[in-house]
């Protein structure tokens, strides 16, 4: 069994003093708050290495902000060692953690998203009532014999706001929702602004029933609960990007163009959220435009600017393509976000750069998949399978294409049975035993990364 070590704030210093800036926590908090990531985890790793379980967590909290399989494995990891060190709030991040792989389909982490969230509700973080009540609704035989509405009305009546939510969520996992518009409006409207869920609650009811109540009306509230410090700007990052999903009946991408400018000065991520809006919504600014904001968001170091500047490039769309361009940009991107690699791969793939380079398409599709993109696994298939430019291997086209189905990659599933129709039944065996060492180096890769983290918190 391993000893804890603690290490004086002191010593921590004398040991950070040849590394340039003295890692700051509570710097790294306004970084994070303000939407600058980068910094705040170049002050939390420290930090976190040497077993401060707020910075542990807060890093884990970044790290889950990624989209990437990596991010999994480094943020359970970070929550497991704050929580062994006895810092309560980690069991619900912890809770949460796994409930996520729950909606994602994973039921593996049914007993530890229960435990964790309990836990954390033992502790007193009553946070998690949202959680734990959705949990039992969505896993009944999880919750035993306890009442999830008497849970929820308990937490109501000593006065937690985040239990007004938790209710509205009941109703709507009940199918009780379209009958209670008033009273979730009502509920709502009382758990403002602690609850920012709520804004955008209202905001549905809203339009779906103008006589209970305003959008612009709610928006403007948004705008002053800003202002006074109410309402930070991440939560209204989220409130914009639900603005403008295409995929409500009414998205109002004009005022969540205006949220993002009201918080692009402390949250430089508006920046990309603006790009992203004037190419989904062209009316909102001209390609001149477009590129000003991108040019502003890589400026600021943003990762998802430089992604979003070589897809401009690379699809040639708004901009005439420029596979230089296309690569200078994603190659900057791909130090950060991995699904850059499989444009990369594109690039060289296509020859794009005037002549192709499939080795090096290979290499980046490879990196690609390895880090959760399954289309990447998909282009290595097709690759292998029609065997341009590379040699023809039948046995690592089926493996790439059976991985990039189990990812979930349905366009995959007609090349897989193109394969294995194709191919003799020994073919498919040895395909078979790839696709399962493939699978299992990247699950040794995540199993690497959470003892890389628990070494450095020891």
Request: charged share 30%; glycine share 8%; aromatic share 8%.
């Amino acid at each position: 069994m391993r000893m804890k070590v603690i290490v004086p704030a002191a010593l921590l210093m004398l040991q950070m003093a040849g590394c340039g800036t003295l890692p700051d926590y509570g710097l790294a908090r306004q970084a994070a708050h303000n939407g600058d990531p980068d910094l705040a985890i170049r002050h939390l790793e420290p930090l976190a290495e040497f077993g401060m379980p707020e910075a542990q967590v807060l890093l884990g909290d970044l790290y889950r902000d990624r989209d990437d399989l990596q991010s999994f494995s480094k943020t359970e990891a970070l929550y497991i060692k704050a929580a062994e060190a006895g810092y309560a709030r980690a069991y619900g991040r912890l809770g949460k953690l796994y409930l996520e792989r729950l909606e994602d389909g994973d039921k593996s982490y049914l007993e530890k998203a229960r435990d964790n969230l309990e836990l954390a509700l033992e502790s007193g973080d009553t946070s998690v009532i949202i959680s734990l009540a959705e949990l039992f609704l969505s896993y009944p035989e999880s919750a035993g014999d306890r009442d999830v509405k008497a849970l929820i009305l308990q937490a109501m009546d000593e006065g937690n706001l985040d239990a007004n939510y938790a209710l509205v969520r009941y109703y709507q996992l009940h199918g009780e929702a379209d009958d209670r518009k008033q009273e979730i409006a009502d509920l709502c409207r009382k758990a403002l602004p602690e609850v920012p869920e709520c804004y955008l609650e209202m905001a549905e009811i809203y339009q779906q029933q103008p006589d209970l109540g305003d959008v612009d009306t709610l928006l403007e509230k948004v705008k002053e609960h800003f202002i006074s410090g109410r309402l930070n700007s991440g939560r209204v990052w989220k409130i914009a990007m639900w603005l403008a999903d295409r995929d409500r009946l009414h998205p109002r991408p004009a005022e969540s163009m205006q949220l993002l400018k009201m918080i692009e000065k402390d949250f430089p991520r508006a920046l990309y959220g603006q790009a992203r809006l004037m190419m989904d919504f062209p009316v909102l600014g001209s390609t001149d435009q477009l590129l000003e904001v991108l040019q502003r968001g890589r400026e600021a170091g943003l990762a998802e600017a430089e992604m979003l500047t070589g897809k401009l490039y690379y699809s040639g769309k708004l901009v005439p393509l420029d596979a230089v361009k296309a690569e200078k940009h994603l190659l900057t991107a791909s130090k950060e976000i991995a699904r850059a690699h499989y444009f990369l791969g594109n690039i060289y793939q296509k020859g794009f750069l005037g002549k192709d380079d499939p080795r090096r398409a290979v290499d980046h599709f490879l990196i690609a998949a390895r880090a959760g993109t399954p289309y990447a696994d998909y282009a290595l298939a097709e690759y292998f399978w029609k065997g341009v430019g590379i040699k023809r291997n039948a046995g690592y086209a089926y493996s790439f294409a059976k991985l990039a189905v189990a990812e979930g990659y349905t366009r995959a599933e007609a090349l897989l049975e193109e394969i294995k129709a194709s191919v003799t039944p020994e073919t498919v065996a040895l395909g078979d035993i790839i696709a399962l060492r493939e699978q299992t180096q990247r699950n040794e890769q995540m199993v690497a990364l959470v003892s890389d983290q628990e070494e450095g918190s020891n």
